[in-house]
């Protein structure tokens, strides 16, 4: 799963964390949690907790081992600004995404006010990285919209907008501080249906504020179908592209790597208490326009 990604805007995932808990109505069909609770119970399987909440610090050192840069979305498969995530943790996965130059990271949150704090804080070492992105979700007006604000005041150097899946019309974005958006529906059973509108105002939003626009799907129960087109023309755009990435010498990166291992290793040494997160996964389902929880979108 971390080697390659079918994710349109991304060549690889990596997932130092594992599982999550639902906190809007954009999480109400994840694709993550659908693919893990697959495999709970299973022996020896990655997912054999399903989409219980843990850390996966065997994981750490996995991007200094890749020698090709690629575009690495990172916890696909979780959320790195969870609450119940430690800080140290976070900022140990930060080190490693700043040793592994080479590669260019993609770090999306719905916790946006955390990710916001961190990166003011003790993330501020990251937060000036080129080669970290750093990015929130965005569905809908009360919960994706605050997100956006809260993404513009942190100090990084590149921040993107993930707008899936659209649930509404967003009116106007405050796109100032904004380096990319990417928009798409909804895909797979239940998918929520997404109106051309919404879309096309993005577009034309980001079209006016000079920030590239990259259109993911329409999604529906048969995206391939359904396709990615959007009047007759397929949407790619991408941040400006940094100065060309240089993969170090061989003796450099394997020296890179040592410390991300050794980093890993002290992680798997803690107790089971700093890596076996006490969150289990909850299988209800939320609806939209349920009152959700108070905490930090």
């Known amino acids: ?24 109505p954009g999480c109400k069909h994840c694709y993550a949690e659908t693919f893990a609770e697959r495999f709970r119970g299973v022996s020896g399987h990655p997912y054999e907790q399903g989409f219980d909440l843990r850390l996966v610090p065997e994981k750490l050192a996995e991007p200094l081992r890749w020698k090709t840069p690629r575009m690495i979305f990172v916890n696909s498969m979780s959320d790195l600004f969870h609450e119940r995530v430690d800080d140290d943790y976070i900022i140990d996965v930060a080190q490693i995404m700043g040793l592994a130059t080479w590669h260019t990271f993609q770090v999306l949150t719905k916790r946006s006010r955390r990710m916001r704090d961190l990166l003011s804080g003790p993330l501020q070492f990251a937060a000036k990285l080129p080669n970290i992105w750093w990015g929130v979700s965005v569905e809908d007006r009360r919960f994706g919209l605050p997100r956006i604000a809260h993404l513009s005041e942190a100090p990084a150097v590149t921040r993107f907008l993930s707008i899936e899946p659209l649930l509404e019309d967003l009116g106007s974005l405050d796109l100032g501080n904004v380096h990319w958006v990417i928009a798409g529906g909804e895909s797979g059973p239940g998918a929520r249906p997404v109106q051309k509108s919404w879309v096309t105002s993005i577009r034309d939003q980001c079209d006016q504020a000079g920030v590239p626009f990259f259109f993911k799907q329409w999604g529906g129960i048969q995206k391939s179908r359904a396709g990615r087109e959007l009047d007759d023309r397929t949407y790619n755009e991408l941040p400006a592209p940094r100065k060309k990435a240089v993969v170090p010498h061989e003796a450099r990166r394997l020296t890179l790597l040592a410390q991300a291992e050794d980093l890993s290793l002290r992680w798997q040494a803690t107790s089971p208490a700093r890596t076996q997160v006490p ?4 299988r209800v389902l ?6 959700f929880s108070s905490k930090a979108p």
Do not use: F, Y
């Open 1 to 24: 799963m971390s080697e390659h990604s079918e994710i349109e805007w991304t060549d690889a995932t990596w997932n130092p964390v594992r599982g999550c808990t639902k906190i809007s």
């Open 279 to 282: 969150v289990r996964h909850s």
């Open 286 to 291: 939320l609806r939209q326009g349920r009152v």
